[in-house]
Nanobody, 121 residues
Framework: QVQLVESGGGLVQAADSLKLSCVASGRTFSSLAMGWFRQAPGKGREFVAA???????DYEDSVKGRFTISRDDAKKLVYLQMNSLKPEDTAVYYC???????????????WGQGTQVTVSS
């Protein structure tokens, strides 16, 4: 079992930056693929970014070049650095974990509770 707790959300203006953090507890963190999804009001949950156990990263097209995912295995943390934020980035952001990186976009075993990110224009 894996427990995930996000932090770092908030209200920012367009073009601002924000860094989300997610701390994990439970099974061996270093063997897990970690990532982030988001859900905007009235929309389904969508993939944002993922990072494998050996630091291979995958990004959804709309965030490439603006968002950076990273991990600190010693602290059991995964981060999402979000730069050049746009109003369309407004959503609840969820931390996620799964043993497999190859299917992360479509299948995730563990979820956090989410943190709200609001970007005003």
């Amino acid at each position: 079992q894996v427990q995930l707790v996000e932090s770092g959300g908030g209200l920012v203006q367009a073009a601002d930056s924000l860094k989300l953090s997610c701390v994990a507890s439970g099974r061996t963190f270093s063997s897990l693929a970690m990532g982030w999804f988001r859900q905007a009001p009235g929309k389904g949950r969508e993939f944002v970014a993922a990072i494998s156990w050996n630091n291979i990263a995958d990004y959804e097209d709309s965030v490439k070049g603006r968002f950076t995912i990273s991990r600190d295995d010693a602290k059991k943390l995964v981060y999402l650095q979000m730069n050049s934020l746009k109003p369309e980035d407004t959503a609840v952001y969820y931390c996620a974990a799964d043993p497999r990186f190859s299917t992360f976009r479509s299948k995730v075993a563990y979820w956090g509770q989410g943190t709200q990110v609001t970007v005003s224009s």
